[in-house]
């Protein structure tokens, strides 16, 4: 058969590809290789644009359609599918949202695909071609040995990623209130055989990975010797690349873990510490930042005296935040020396605790579905915190992000990271992302610049912001 894979994006996203960086659809090239080779396999990734796809599905050439979607590339998925179906050609979708809501992705496609799909695929495909399509697959949480390896050379019908992703695990066992892993892939950490890693790793024909597991280090002794021995060996027989991955807060304190993830060619790790206020840790489950909350800084260092950065997560927009706290929250993270500062808006996710809990009380506006679900892009506010209305929320974020957009900081932050890391690669590293974090804000204030032509400002908080970025400085 010829098959086309598809990852559908939202028309408003804030989009990691708008900033100059093409990170693959791992999922779709992990697709694409266990199909083998009776199929052949196109991937259309509208992180190069939506102006291609309609016309490459209208020349015929293709007998199937597989559509992947976050939630928020949900609505452009549905209106690839009802594009397809139009024409004849059947659709399958999985992904983060089909496995969050299947029901409703049912409604819009031949076939839904929940789950981990790996050793599922191949039937899917076996039923496509006999035309007995089934409404529904369900993939489990499969032991990962012989699977999850992408096709790492396949490169998108429609543009060129520019770096390599690539998995050595999946599931996390923190189970944050706001996020999908853990009901998606589980609360046990399932890790792929080493050997079959390191052949995938000497395979990807890029010099910079982006290891895309849901958290590299784990959590507990277990893990951390696992991450241990992948990372000698890495050192031993893998191709010398440099990689960025992600993991939880606990790795900043382990010196021998740090020491050989940077031998291994790790630059930066995304942490999620999320807020500086144990009541929003706890109202988000996270009970391990619970606990470390007093140890935010020693991690912190820790992972810099091993040359590594780190790439802070931070949510605002939960029911203790204010205004104010919006500000606090960045010059905080600036303050602890994070190397490049994420701060997103508290998103309910479907498929996760928070969503049915909001949706439950009645909070959440964004809900004229499927339309809406282009606005779940963590960009802006779509239910109703307790403390400060949606509106005045967004309002202080777009300052915030103003201020983002001014990129003066960027070199002076690069310094930094180079003082604090001792380490060239590193700070070169964390200059790439701040730059693509400030040019992403600038095109966010300029989509956002008509709805927040007049807002109030507050003289303390536009301080404290603009104290936040001196202080990158
Ligand atoms: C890597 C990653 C990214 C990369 C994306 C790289 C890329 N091009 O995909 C980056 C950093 C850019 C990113 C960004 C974001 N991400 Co992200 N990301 C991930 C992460 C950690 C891994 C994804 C991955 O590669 N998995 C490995 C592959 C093999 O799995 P997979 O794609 O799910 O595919 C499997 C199955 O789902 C299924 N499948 C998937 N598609 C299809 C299609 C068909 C036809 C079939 C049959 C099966 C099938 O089979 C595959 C094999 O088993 C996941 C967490 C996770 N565990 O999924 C979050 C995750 C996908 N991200 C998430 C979110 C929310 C975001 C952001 C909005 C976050 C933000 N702060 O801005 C942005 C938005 C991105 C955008 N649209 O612009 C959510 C999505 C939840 C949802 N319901 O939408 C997740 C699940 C994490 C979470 N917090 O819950 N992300
Ligand atoms: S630690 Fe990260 S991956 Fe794990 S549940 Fe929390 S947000 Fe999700």
Redesign the pocket.
Known sequence: MRIA?I?P??RR?????KVGSF??????Q??ARAAGSEHQVDVI?E?FGQDRTESLLSEGRYDLV???A????ATRAYELAGFCRSRGLPV?????????VPDEVARYVDSV?V????N??TD?LADAAAGRLQPR?V?GQPDLAGL?R?QQSLQPVNGRYDVA?L?TS?GCPVGCD????TR??GPQIRRRPIDEIIEEWNETPRKFI?V???NFFGVGQAHAEWAKQLLTEIIRRGKKRLWFS?TSINMGGDEEGLKLAYRAGCRGMLVGFETFNVDSLRDYHKGLNVKMLDRYQEMVDGFHRCGIAVFG?FIVGSDRDTEETVADTALQAVRLGVDIV?I?NL?P????RMYDRLMGEGRIFARNYPEDWER????ETIYNPNNVSARRLDETIFELRQAAAEPAWVWKRTLKTFLQTRSLTTALFVHGMNRGWARMAKLQVAADADRFRDIPRCPQRSEKIRRSFALRS
């Open positions: 894979l990852n994006t939202a996203t804030q989009g990691y590809h990170i693959p659809h791992l999922g779709l992990v697709l990734d992180i597989g559509l992947t976050y939630t928020s590339g399958v979708m999985g992904g983060a949202h089909a496995s969050a695909a789950g981990e799909c790996d599922l695929w899917i697959y993939g999850g992408a992703c998995q999946r706001f996020c999908s892993v998606l892939s982006f895309v597991d849901d992600q997560g994420q997103t998103t996710l479907p498929g996760t779940y892009t963590f960009v």
